[in-house]
């Protein structure tokens, strides 16, 4: 099959065209050049997502589309000559979530500006160019290696460190990731086999807890503090303690239906395997590899002064 990958060399993009070409593929990626190296085995064609006339007059059996965030950028390239177009979209796509659960067939934005209502707008422009040939995946939280955002390889990174670490919740909380590398896999899945619709791109609800996920990374000594005392200290959600959002404000978070993916083929790793593979990536490197794209999204390491004040709130 004759691929086409926009964006391709960072995190998602990266592991879609790695996994492309171990199935044998041919594969171009189409990206400014700016952040990643690219795969030696792809073509990588340069340019702005704005302006698509590098690739005009070429075709493809199918495009995955990892980068697109603005609609008009996402109708240039759904005017591409390809066979099928699998969108990673997100699940912020939902005005519901994360306050509420929802599933695949919850309303999307209609209007508004945003990061969501920019997804939920590139879905329906590619999906009016498209028509059947269109699948749109609405990721969950996407986690792995080469994670350039750093939310698991931050809770990694800490509990390597050892000493006492403060963990935020409970330690039963239920959890919904998807490893990058099974996210890519899917959307090669839907390309291939030319599946249209919509999909929820994350784990099955129930898929791990908070204790399992930050247990795996090492041995250091995790202390639990309930929501309540995190919220009164004005802990800033899902950032100073990376995916941590209160679970009575916000219990869609982690009800997010998957049914219609698992049909389709949607299956995850153990989250044991891919926090393990996180840490061996952090300790060849990693994080000095990612370079500073999207840097400002990264949450901060926290101070040990903070991390005492946190844990003095239960001891």
């Known amino acids: ?9 960072v995190f998602l993009g990266r592991h879609v065209v790695n996994e492309a070409l171990e199935r044998g593929h041919e594969v171009t990626i189409y990206s400014r050049g700016l952040h990643g190296e690219p795969n030696p085995g792809a073509e990588h064609v340069i340019g702005d997502r704005a302006d698509v006339t590098p690739l005009k007059g070429r075709a493809w059996d199918a495009a995955i589309d990892t980068s697109g965030f603005e609609p008009e950028q996402v109708a240039a390239s759904a005017s591409l000559d390809v066979g099928h177009y699998v969108f990673v979209s997100s699940c912020n796509a939902y005005p519901d979530w994360p306050e509420q659960p929802v599933d695949e067939d919850s309303p999307t934005w209609q209007d508004g500006e945003g990061y969501g209502q920019g997804k939920a707008a590139s879905e329906r422009v590619a999906h009016a160019a498209m028509g059947g040939r269109f699948a749109t995946v609405r990721a969950g939280l996407i986690v792995g290696t080469h994670d350039n ?5 931050w809770w990694v990174r800490r509990i390597a460190e050892g000493g006492t670490v403060p963990a935020p919740g409970n330690p039963d909380q239920e959890l919904q990731i998807i490893d990058a590398r099974d996210l890519a896999s899917f959307c090669l899945d839907l390309a291939e086999q030319r599946i249209a619709g919509a999909f929820n791109g994350t784990g099955p609800i129930g898929q791990t807890t908070w204790g399992e996920l930050l247990g795996a990374a090492g041995d250091a000594e995790l202390v639990w503090i309930p929501d309540e005392k995190l919220v009164e200290a ?14 009575d404000a916000y219990p869609g978070t982690w009800r997010i239906g998957t049914a219609k993916a698992q049909e389709a083929g949607l299956t ?4 044991v395997e891919t926090v393990q593979d996180v840490r061996a990536w952090l300790e060849n490197g990693g994080e000095e590899a990612i370079g500073d794209y999207r840097a400002e999204h990264r949450p901060p390491k926290m101070s040990a002064e903070r991390e005492a004040a946190l844990l003095q709130l239960v001891w």
């Open 149 to 153: 955002i750093f939310r698991l390889p």
């Open 234 to 247: 004005k802990v800033a959600e899902w950032t100073e303690l990376p995916m941590w959002l209160p679970a």
């Open 1 to 9: 099959m004759k691929l086409l990958v926009l964006g391709g060399t």
């Open 268 to 271: 995850t790793r153990p989250v």
